[in-house]
T-cell receptor, first 112, second 117 residues
Framework: TQLLEQSPQFLSIQEGENLTVYCNSS?????LQWYRQEPGEGPVLLVT?????EVKKLKRLTFQFGDARKDSSLHITAAQPGDTGLYLC????????????FGGGTRLMVKP | NAGVMQNPRHLVRRRGQEARLRCSPM?????VYWYRQLPEEGLKFMVY????????ESGMPKERFSAEFPKEGPSILRIQQVVRGDSAAYFC???????????????FGPGTRLTVL
């Protein structure tokens, strides 16, 4: 059983559509990070959310941290083929400097 | 502005050989983390090190695996007597903690893909 459950695992959509990826847990996290990973490469940090209820925007990407800091979502508006990739959420528990616990990932494909 | 460096990018070993994976953290970062990504699985924490100290090795297999981060030079993840099940992508991440009250952003290297024949 994953400590962080990501859904959906796979998502295939047409260019221009909107989508939301969810990251859920029964545990409280001190911070939560979203990464994007391309095949053969390491995860690239997109954003870190720290405060319950926090919303951060990165161009067409909107990240939200749940009020109780147990869940997060990533919403992409008007998806483009360049958004294709593996999206990973990762939570940090307890004190800063602790390890990250990763979700299983959402593999997104945006078709032109 | 060099990021986290890992080498080699690809490593092939026969069963029973040793594998040494190297990681140089980002400039100014003194905390290193190793993660393993098995095929079709998520990233799993292995070990957290600061210079000359192992802080948390709760994710490390008890046998054959060891890690170090010496005062000078890169962090090394060492796997002795490799088996086929060790085949995976091994990622290193580094961070710079600003203090106990700060959150911890980890930046990842490109990974080393280990194949055990």
């Amino acid at each position: 059983t994953q400590l962080l459950e990501q859904s959906p695992q796979f998502l295939s959509i047409q260019e221009g559509e909107n989508l939301t990826v969810y990251c859920n847990s029964s545990s409280v996290f001190s911070s939560l990070q979203w990464y994007r990973q391309e095949p053969g490469e390491g995860p690239v940090l997109l954003v870190t959310v720290v405060t319950g209820g926090e919303v951060k925007k990165l161009k067409r990407l909107t990240f939200q941290f749940g009020d109780a800091r147990k869940d997060s979502s990533l919403h992409i508006t008007a998806a483009q083929p360049g958004d294709t990739g593996l999206y990973l959420c990762a939570g940090e528990m307890g004190y800063a400097g602790n390890m990250l616990t990763f979700g299983g990932g959402t593999r997104l494909m945006v078709k032109p | 502005n060099a990021g986290v460096m890992q080498n080699p990018r690809h490593l092939v070993r026969r069963r029973g050989q040793e594998a040494r994976l190297r990681c140089s953290p980002m400039k100014g970062h003194s905390h290193v983390y190793w993660y393993r990504q098995l095929p079709e699985e998520g990233l799993k924490f292995m070990v957290y090190l600061q210079k000359e100290n192992i802080i948390d090795e709760s994710g490390m297999p008890k046998e054959r695996f060891s890690a170090e981060f010496p005062k000078e030079g890169p962090s090394i993840l060492r796997i002795q007597q490799v088996v086929r099940g060790d085949s995976a992508a091994y990622f290193c991440a580094s961070s710079r903690l600003a203090g106990l009250s700060s959150y911890n952003e980890q930046f990842f290297g490109p990974g080393t893909r280990l194949t055990v024949l």
